[in-house]
Every structure is written in structure tokens, then in C-alpha cells.
């Protein structure tokens, strides 16, 4: 077996809520495959943004072990996690998180001016990335300008400036119709069989076709596909 890109162990997140203990993420233990394509799912309230975020480097844990890429996130200062989030990681989020004030191509240029790169070089980055998820033509338009569907690819292509070999993104067809989602996930799709690791959390069961992995949350803990299909069934159907 090839190793793992991703290991978790023992994995904890607990939010301190006035008096109680909320438990995000209650002993999470997981392996993921170089170059798979995992799909997380999990009702709202599930610790799958949190699971998410721990394992790109954006938050800590309560207790437990994460190596990505072979290397542990446990024991780095925030320059080091910084440093491996640029060169790992690209995010993608429900809400796109786009400047609205930029066009596509200011948009996806924007990370790279962190790199060094001069601003020719970074518009004509920008523009091969919009080209490569289908948007060669919008690279003027602004965010209100494109439908959710566009913007999100945008969002995808900034995620790609840095060439990151893991790809999350939380709930990325969350605010989109049917027909864009799958685009969404179709481009998703296309980029793991690029050669990346994707990692996409939904509770959108029809985005599962695409993955090679599926993993399914309930209460901050993996759970196996049939406790959590007779957990999602007793809440659409209380007896
Ligand atoms: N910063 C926070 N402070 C307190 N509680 C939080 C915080 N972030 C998440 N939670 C709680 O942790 C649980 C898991 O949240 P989250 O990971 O966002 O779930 P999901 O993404 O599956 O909807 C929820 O009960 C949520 O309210
Ligand atoms: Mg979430």
C-alpha cells in the first residue's frame, strides 16, 4: 500500500461555549490515499468545516496527530503552517470568497503577489488558470458580473496559483443549482484525475458518484455508511 497523504489520529476539537464543551471533532483516526478523491458527509453540525480546516492548517487541535504530506502539523510554529498552506493547499469555500471589487483575473492573480512573481507574469498566470477551468473569456468580468456557477470557478482557479497537491473545499456546491454543482464537481473531478488529492465535505448525497472514498460523519466522529444512512433516515422520518 502506497503511504498515506493524509493521517489522522485521535483527532479532537473542542469548543469551550459558556459552560459547556462543544465537541466538533470527538476521536477522528483516518487515512487518506495519495491522489484519491474523498468525499465527507455529514449533516450540518457534523464537524466537517472543522475537520477541514484542521487538516489545512487554518486551526489546532484539542488533542490529537495530523501529517499531511508526510509532514506533522502537531509540533510547527505559524510561519511553518503558513508556509505549508501555501505550498499545499488550495481552499475552496461555499461562499467563494472572491474580492468584489477585482475582475477574475485580479482575483487570481491576488495570492501570487505573496510569491515574488512581477505583475505581467501574474496576469498571464491568471489567465491560464481561468482558461484551464473553462472562464479563457471572463477574465474582465467581475464576481456580480458571473453566475455562482463561474464565480466558483474562479474561486477554483485561485486555489490552483500555487500548484497544491491537496485540494479542500468545503461545501463548494452549497450555494449553487443543480446543473452548476456537478459542473463544479465534473471540474473537481478533472483535477484529480490531474494527478491531486481532493477532499470535498458536503450533505449533498448525489456528489458522492464522483469519489473514489467516501467517509461519513455524525457528531464529530466517523461513523460507517450504514449507521449513518439509518441516523439521516430516523431524522427524515422520526417514528
Ligand atoms: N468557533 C466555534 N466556536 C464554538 N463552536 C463551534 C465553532 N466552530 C464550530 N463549532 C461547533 O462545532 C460543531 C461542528 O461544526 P462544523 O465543523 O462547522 O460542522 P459542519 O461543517 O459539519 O456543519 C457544531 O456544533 C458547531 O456549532
Ligand atoms: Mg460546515
Redesign the pocket.
Known amino acids: 500500500m502506497n503511504q498515506p497523504f493524509i493521517r489522522v489520529s485521535g483527532l479532537k476539537k473542542y469548543?469551550q461555549?459558556g459552560g459547556t464543551t462543544?465537541r466538533?471533532l470527538d476521536g477522528v483516526d483516518l487515512e487518506i490515499e495519495p491522489h484519491s478523491f474523498t468525499v465527507v458527509m455529514?449533516p450540518?453540525?457534523?464537524?466537517?468545516?472543522?475537520l477541514l480546516y484542521l487538516l489545512g492548517g487554518l486551526d489546532r487541535p484539542t488533542a490529537g496527530e495530523i501529517w499531511v504530506d508526510g509532514q506533522s502539523l502537531n509540533d510547527v510554529d505559524e510561519n511553518s503552517l503558513a508556509l505549508f498552506r501555501r505550498r499545499t493547499i488550495g481552499f475552496v469555500f461555499q461562499s467563494f470568497n472572491l474580492i468584489p471589487s477585482m475582475t477574475a483575473r485580479e482575483n487570481v492573480a491576488f495570492p501570487m503577489q505573496f510569491a515574488g512573481a512581477n505583475p505581467r507574469k501574474r496576469d498571464e498566470q491568471a489567465d491560464f488558470l481561468l482558461k484551464q477551468v473553462g472562464l479563457g473569456d471572463r477574465a474582465s468580468h467581475r464576481p456580480t458580473e458571473l453566475s455562482g456557477g463561474q464565480q466558483q470557478r474562479v474561486a477554483i482557479a485561485r486555489a490552483l496559483v500555487n500548484d497544491p497537491k491537496l485540494i479542500l473545499a468545503d461545501e463548494p456546491t452549497g450555494n449553487l443549482d443543480t446543473a452548476s454543482g456537478a459542473a463544479i464537481m465534473q471540474l473537481l473531478s478533472d483535477l484529480h484525475r490531474s494527478g491531486r488529492t481532493v477532499l470535498v465535505v458536503t450533505h449533498d448525497a448525489r456528489m458522492t458518484r464522483f469519489a473514489t472514498r467516501q467517509i461519513y460523519l455524525l457528531d464529530g466522529r466517523v461513523v460507517s455508511e450504514a449507521e449513518y444512512q439509518s441516523a439521516v433516515l430516523e431524522v427524515a422520518s422520526p417514528a
Open positions: 469548543y461555549m462543544v466538533a455529514g450540518s453540525g457534523s464537524g466537517k468545516s472543522t
